[in-house]
């Protein structure tokens, strides 16, 4: 009888702890709220050797055996990491030596190194059971000098010269290429459920042809993406583009500046800061894809080794940064493990998924924080303090407010901010990556952060005594020594 009534103490404990204070309404995911892994599928995860034809591993210019499979068995990693959004390099049939996907011999199907359209497609569902969002890239600007197409009597009319010893540039002045052009793109969207397109080299097509590609795939799909690889720094071109029905692009113009900031001590944000504030007063800047490297560029990491300084403090101070400003954040694969790697193939090795336990939980935590913070995704930005490296800004949506700060310095730094400054009734700061409370004393936060470190707090009413807590305690062990009084005057009287 008395470890029954030691048992039912103990559930009505654990039940009241289990009530939450406070039903959060989630709302619709938008792409703003993505955080996007950019993988080159060659070169990630070999998961069936069946596909493994005519692979080098020793060579880095030639297939070395990743697949749809071995992304597949990583999926799983992929989310525990916080990523939402999975983007593949082009996944379409190339020649023997297009690894990378850029040699195109046919838009209608997968290349056979990587797998079938059926494994194709089990990719995507398998995603999507997860919660995973998937866009492939789609390039429109050539094809391999191998595609049946160039050779083909009644399409002579469809290629310019030739770009390259190995790849036709295409003729998009002629409407018959557009046209196949977007019934692949459509045929694609509607054989597997893809959720978005990467658009490499996009500025090689007239903005008239993205009008008419963008609104033929948006209305195939309802809220499918589209992001542009724009080689310009030009915001004028950004902005058509735009305004021809793509959503993003790739900010290019952000991407030195960012990779300067962070990639060594004492970096003022200024360059940064100007960039975006540009960007707000001219584009749709929150659906824009912010990131440090990709795989036409030197990995990041190396910016940090040529700059003497430690990867793993250089990567999660410019990932705090990176996953809490205002556009879409996106990861180059290896990231998570700070590859190292030069200029084309050197930066393209492949994943060996070793492991750096301290770089993965920065990612994750911070991750895991952008998710459940909808003020970092959805939020107006406001910069609250900024000098040679130590910068503090407030993002705010809604009444949900979230403070980062991020100390890029080689001291400790102490700032003060005032409760004008966060304008909000709220009075604590809550640490979300390493704990701790910050409340205001006299109108005033004092924030301290160590060298080279980094916080995101959020912004909550100040805890008092929790008396109906007390209240329910007390409660529950007055029932429990009643019980037990009675249970042993029964027992007397027996």
């Known amino acids: 009888?008395?470890?029954?009534?030691?048992?039912?103490?103990?559930?009505?404990?654990?039940?009241?702890?289990?009530?939450?204070?406070?039903?959060?309404?989630?709302?619709?995911?938008?792409?703003?709220?993505?955080t996007i892994y950019f993988l080159m599928i060659d070169r990630f995860n070999n998961g069936d050797s069946k596909n493994d034809q005519n692979i080098n591993v020793l060579d880095p210019l030639s297939f070395q055996g990743g697949d749809f499979q071995g992304i597949i068995d990583k999926l799983d990693y992929l989310k525990d990491l916080g990523f939402t959004t999975v983007m593949l390099s082009p996944i379409f049939k190339n020649d023997d030596k297009g690894y990378d996907g850029y040699r195109i011999t046919d838009f209608y199907k997968t290349d056979e190194h990587f797998g079938s359209i059926k494994e194709f497609k089990k990719l995507v569902d398998e995603a999507h059971k997860r919660n995973l969002k998937i866009i492939i890239d789609f390039p429109t600007n050539q094809v391999s000098a191998e595609s049946p197409l160039v050779n083909e009597p009644d399409k002579k009319d469809w290629f310019k010269e030739k770009a390259a010893e190995h790849v036709f540039a295409i003729d998009q002045t002629n409407p018959n290429v557009n046209q196949y052009l977007i019934d692949a793109a459509k045929w694609w969207i509607t054989k597997t459920?893809?959720?978005?397109?990467?658009?490499?080299?996009?500025?090689?097509?007239?903005?008239?042809?993205?009008?008419?590609?963008?609104?033929?795939?948006?209305?195939?799909?309802?809220d499918f993406y589209l992001l542009a690889d724009i080689d310009t720094k030009d915001i004028k071109q950004m902005k058509n583009y735009q305004q021809a029905g793509i959503d993003g692009t790739l900010d290019h113009r952000l991407n030195?500046?960012?990779?300067?900031?962070?990639?060594?001590?004492?970096?003022?944000?200024?360059?940064?800061l100007a960039i975006e504030e540009e960007n707000k007063n001219n584009?749709?800047?929150?659906?824009?894809?912010?990131?440090?490297?990709?795989?036409?560029?030197?990995?990041?990491?190396?910016?940090?080794?040529?700059?003497?300084?430690?990867?793993g403090t250089r990567w999660k101070l410019a990932l705090t940064y990176l996953y809490t400003q205002e556009q879409i954040p996106i990861v180059y694969y290896g990231s998570?493990?700070?590859?190292?790697?030069?200029?084309?193939?050197?930066?393209?090795k492949m994943m060996n998924f070793r492991t750096q336990k301290e770089l993965i939980d920065d990612m994750t935590m911070i991750g895991r924080v952008r998710q459940q913070q909808p003020a970092?995704?959805?939020?107006?930005?406001?910069?609250?303090?900024?000098?040679?490296?130590?910068?503090?800004?407030k993002r705010q949506y809604k009444d949900e407010t979230n403070i980062v700060a991020i100390n890029n310095t080689n001291q400790t730094q102490v700032v003060k901010l005032t409760t004008d400054q966060i304008n909000n009734y709220k009075e604590e700061f809550r640490g979300l990556l390493n704990g701790g409370v910050v409340r205001?004393?006299?109108?005033?936060?004092?924030?301290?952060?160590?060298?080279?470190?980094?916080?995101?707090?959020?912004?909550v009413e100040k805890k008092g005594i929790n008396f109906m807590f007390i209240a329910v305690l007390v409660l529950i062990w007055i029932v429990f020594f009643t019980f037990i009084f009675i249970v042993k005057k029964r027992g007397n009287r027996k």
């Open 1 to 34: 009888m008395l470890k029954k009534a030691l048992t039912f103490c103990l559930m009505t404990i654990l039940c009241f702890y289990s009530l939450p204070s406070h039903a959060e309404v989630k709302e619709n995911r938008t792409w703003q709220d993505e």
């Open 193 to 222: 459920n893809i959720d978005g397109y990467l658009l490499s080299n996009a500025n090689q097509s007239p903005t008239q042809f993205w009008k008419q590609f963008s609104k033929a795939v948006k209305s195939t799909k309802k």
């Open 256 to 272: 030195q500046p960012l990779r300067d900031a962070f990639s060594t001590i004492n970096q003022s944000m200024k360059p940064v």
């Open 283 to 311: 584009l749709n800047s929150t659906v824009m894809g912010a990131f440090f490297d990709n795989h036409y560029m030197k990995r990041y990491t190396r910016d940090m080794v040529n700059n003497n300084q430690f990867p």
């Open 336 to 348: 998570e493990i700070a590859i190292d790697g030069g200029n084309i193939p050197d930066n393209r």
């Open 376 to 393: 970092l995704t959805k939020g107006s930005m406001k910069v609250l303090y900024e000098k040679d490296g130590m910068i503090i800004y």
């Open 440 to 459: 205001a004393e006299k109108g005033t936060f004092k924030l301290a952060l160590d060298r080279e470190s980094a916080e995101i707090y959020k912004v």
